[in-house]
């Protein structure tokens, strides 16, 4: 069973990288589709500034004097010419312009297009790295039903003592939010109002927001729904999609994906934790929510349901915590 265990925590780091991939593959089409556009726009500008300096010139050829057609036809590049520009009064500061306008507009579009192809290979590199994750998943799940099946009696009798324990976590869990909430209204002047004074990266006490509190008992209520890979509704969760679910409930919009939950509120130390603050584990590949007395609530991994859990039991490979505000 203790193989089972260990594959299914593996294949929840496995799929949470696999989401975070897909995050941060979505952003760079963005980034890809707004950059095309500046170079498109980049490009209209450098053509109609040559234009204009095409015109330019052949006014000065027909009209200038002969210093003019000097710096003109003397100048071996466009950089020269605009060199040759600089140093010589005979030519008008229109002209200087115009020059610098063709300048400004081919560095734009050099600009542009390194951003661009830098952000494509960027986009390969990632694609790639979500193929591999896939095919892992696929890999780990298989072999996760291979394992499963070749004990089915062991599960049997395990998930029967599990429930039994879970409705008793649920239990006491239930009457601790209920008094805790009793004890908030009769002493409303011990709440704390406001955000101290922190930095990022430093732990902070800062009071969870009041709007909050009842999120915790939203992802109580899932209790026994099964694990679903990328699921983030009622009757399947993955990890962060209870996470993201619950949070949604209460008005709060949460990515789909461990590694970029950790960048949302702020950090708090395993001392101050207060129910409703996310807990990560595992290099950020799993994430749950403290739920008080020590305990957590999460979606564990395939094959599992949502769950209530010792923190104690998790400290080998906690990370942190953060604080929705």
């Known amino acids: 069973m203790g193989q089972v265990q260990q594959l299914g925590a593996s294949l ?20 890809l589709k707004t950059n095309r556009r500046e ?19 052949v006014t000065l050829y027909k009209d200038g004097t002969p210093s003019t057609l000097e710096v003109i036809f003397g100048a071996n590049s466009l950089d020269d ?10 030519v008008s500061n229109l002209d200087t312009r115009v020059l610098q306008n063709v300048e400004s507009s081919r560095k734009a579009v050099a600009a542009s297009g390194h ?9 390969q590199q990632i694609v790639a790295e979500r193929a591999a994750k896939k095919h892992e998943i696929e890999s780990k799940l298989a072999e996760q039903r291979r394992l499963l099946s070749s004990i089915k009696g062991q599960i049997a009798q395990m998930e029967a003592a599990q429930r039994a324990e879970q409705e008793r976590l649920a239990r006491e869990a239930q009457a601790r939010l209920i008094a805790q909430r009793t004890a908030q209204q009769q002493d409303q002047s ?35 729904t099964p694990y679903v890979w990328g699921g983030a509704a009622p009757g399947g969760f993955d990890c962060s999609g209870l996470v993201m679910w619950a949070y949604a409930q209460v008005g709060v919009s949460l990515p789909h994906s461990s590694y970029a939950q950790w960048n949302y509120g702020v950090p708090v130390s395993v001392d101050q934790l207060e129910p409703g603050d996310l807990v990560f ?7 749950g929510m403290y739920i008080g007395g020590g305990q957590f609530i ?22 942190g915590a953060r604080r929705i505000l």
Do not use: C, W
């Not at 498109?40 to 015109?55: D, F, V």
């Open 12 to 31: 929840e780091t496995a799929i949470a990288q696999y989401q975070y991939a897909t995050i941060r593959l979505n952003r760079i089409q963005r980034d």
């Open 39 to 57: 170079l498109h726009i980049a490009k209209a500008n450098l053509k109609t500034s040559q234009k204009i300096i095409e015109q330019r010139l």
């Open 81 to 90: 010419m605009m060199n040759r520009i600089d140093s010589e009064r005979s």
């Open 115 to 123: 951003v661009l192809a830098h952000e494509r290979q960027l986009q």
């Open 190 to 224: 011990s709440t704390v109002v406001g955000i101290s004074a922190t930095s990022p990266g430093n732990d902070t006490v800062v009071a969870p927001p009041s709007q909050y509190q009842g999120v915790v008992a939203i992802a109580m209520q899932e209790l026994g």
């Open 281 to 287: 584990f595992d290099g950020l590949g799993h994430v």
């Open 298 to 319: 999460e979606a564990p991994h395939t094959g599992a349901f949502v769950q209530i859990s010792n923190l104690a039991d998790r400290m080998g490979d906690y990370v």
